[in-house]
């Protein structure tokens, strides 16, 4: 591969390359891999859309990988937009220019990098549509609201020759990284179940709110986007969007995406599970204003073992921890979160270990993004396939709990071979979106 190719022509090599169907190298890029100098003609221009909470904090790293320009910022909210605007004027010393729509930005050529911050039920169109654009993407997990989506998504970033850089930074951490080697050495001996659990109360109590006025400067129309039409509730809206179907999944998508993916990364899962069985509904608080299930269970099976799922809106957990994952083998048991992860050994078959974290994860995926999207050999940390499985994952749980069915997902034929949970594969879009 020639680095002395210029950026753009060596983009649209790649985007070439990949089109017709070559294979570009599937080099891991080491976690902890710094940043190279880049040349001054060499800069990378990037764009939020969506700037309130996660998409910023992502834009933030972004801006760290030297040579990078913040050029323009989308949001349907001109409160937000402006006092993140003014925000990158201070942090970067320029004004990035201003959208309520996310297509004008496509448009222009100077972009080279689109962030997507968005809640999930836009993630779809906006990727699809920036990848079509010829722009890589750093889209924040779950990929999508629904398994349909996912597989656009997928089929977007091959046929267009995309870096795409999923949100799941866990993929990024050291701790994550020596846990698996620690499994894959068996020493656990034989695993038979792998407990995951995420018990978290914000955004999933909501009082019941009237419906009302759309606030100023909101776009609500445009927040809606693809899903249906429905006058403004100030308890549907920002941050608490993810307890509604119509935009997000509930904590087994937004914290499942992270722990489910090390649960199937640690046991080596490369299929969809023999069967998936769920129970879950409003129990802790049975007002609850939210759609997901304040108290869910989902168990994934496979020929040797199963994965659980349980998550709560009552935040005291196994271990002192409200939310992680537990490996339970023969010789031992391993536990893990964001903090730490350790070893209870099972009658002194083991020693006890005790590992912490040692990077940042969050700006190590956006510097390996950021150095997938300049070189073009090596694959994401995260990449789109990865974000893609674990967001179906979580997606086939709540559709097992929607439906009170025992199900098996056919990925290849895109079918549960059950009406009633192949009514939620593919979302129907609101005129004029399409999927
Ligand atoms: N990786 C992580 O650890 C992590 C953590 C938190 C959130 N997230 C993910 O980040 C995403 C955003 O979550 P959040 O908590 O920041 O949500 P949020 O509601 O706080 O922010 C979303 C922003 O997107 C804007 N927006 C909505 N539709 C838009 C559109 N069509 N065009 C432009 N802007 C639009 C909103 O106005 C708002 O400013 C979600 O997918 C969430 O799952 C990831």
Known sequence: MNYELTRRAFLRQSATALAAGILLPNTLYAVTGSPRPVAASDRLNVALVGCRSMGWYDLSDIMKYPGTSCVALCDIDSGILSNRAAEAEKNWGKRPACYG?????????????????????????????ACSAGKDVYVEKPLANSI???????????????????????????????MKEYIDSGALGHIGRVNVWANFTYAAILNPAMDGPVPKGVDFDMWLGPAPKRSFNASRFH?????????????????????????????????????????????VYPNNFAETFDTLSVTYQFPQFLIQWSNMTIESGPYGRNYGLEFKGTNGTL???????EVIPEAGKLEAKLVKP????????????????????????????????????AHIGNIAARTHEMLTYDDAKHTFHNKAADHFITPSYRNPWKL
């Not at 297509?103 to 990727?127: F, N, Q, S």
């Not at 998504?153 to 990284?177: P, T």
Request: charged share 20%; proline share 2%.
């Open 239 to 283: 941050g608490s969007w993810r307890m509604f179907w119509d935009y997000g999944g509930g904590l087994l998508t937004d914290w499942g995406v992270h722990l489910l993916d090390m649960a199937l990364w640690g046991m080596n899962v490369k299929d969809m599970p023999q069967r998936v069985m769920a129970a879950g509904g409003n129990y």
């Open 101 to 129: 729509d996310y297509r004008r930005i496509l448009e222009r050529d100077d972009v080279d990098i689109i962030i997507i911050g968005t809640p999930d039920h836009w993630h779809c169109k906006i990727a699809v549509d």
């Open 148 to 178: 349909a989506e996912c597989d656009a998504m997928v089929a977007a970033a091959q046929r267009y020759g995309r870096v795409v850089q999923v949100g799941q930074q866990q993929r990024s951490a050291n701790l994550w990284h020596s």
């Open 358 to 393: 040692s990077n940042n994860d969050h700006l190590d995926h956006t510097n390996n993004f950021m150095e997938c999207v300049k070189r073009r050999d090596m694959q994401t940390a995260c990449p789109i396939t990865n974000g893609s499985f674990c967001a179906k994952y």
């Open 335 to 341: 536990i893990a979160n964001r903090e730490s992860w």
